[in-house]
């Protein structure tokens, strides 16, 4: 099973009166998301899920993501917002998924931290995933945390560039 991991693209500020889960993507965010989609198209990914955190930012980063790859309706889920750890992403959504290929939309440092969990079986491998970065872990058979090898971990601009060459 290939896990996927993508931090949401670049939204609105924190303000005062806004709560952090409203914030929305920004146009500038949008525009680039689009490319980024783009990129994720032309590398051949094929999730057969996208789980996203309800968070604005994060639910429309899956939504464009999930018409590019003409998928359907993203399926969000609160495991995946800030406060949640990786051991709760890997038991309630990915332990048990049929799926090939599974997308995780959200935010930092938890898609981080399940990069590393994947990896390690714990968090002490630091990475740094940037507003509308990508990685991909394999757990292969062994289905499980501290299994998994890292096939990349892509950059924005990595992305909009994949996906111009289509």
Request: charged residues 25%.
């Amino acid at each position: 099973m290939i896990i996927l991991g993508m931090r949401h693209a670049i939204a609105e500020p924190a303000e005062p009166g806004l709560r952090d889960a409203d914030r929305a993507l920004t146009p500038e965010g949008h525009r680039k998301l689009v490319g980024i989609a783009r990129g994720i198209r032309a590398l051949r990914m094929h999730p057969g899920k996208i789980w996203t955190s309800p968070w604005v930012r994060a639910a429309q980063t899956a939504a464009v993501v999930a018409r590019e790859l003409s998928m359907g309706e993203p399926t969000p889920t609160e495991v995946l917002t800030p406060g949640h750890s990786p051991p709760e992403v890997w038991e309630r959504l990915l332990s048990n998924c049929p799926e090939e290929e599974i997308l995780c939309v959200g935010h930092e440092p938890l898609l981080s931290d399940l990069a590393a969990y994947l990896l390690s079986g714990d968090t002490s491998i630091t990475l740094r995933l940037k507003k509308g970065g990508l990685f991909a872990v394999d757990v292969g058979q062994h289905h499980g945390p501290g299994s998994g090898d890292l096939l990349f971990l892509l950059e924005p601009g990595h992305l909009r560039r994949a996906g111009k060459g289509r």
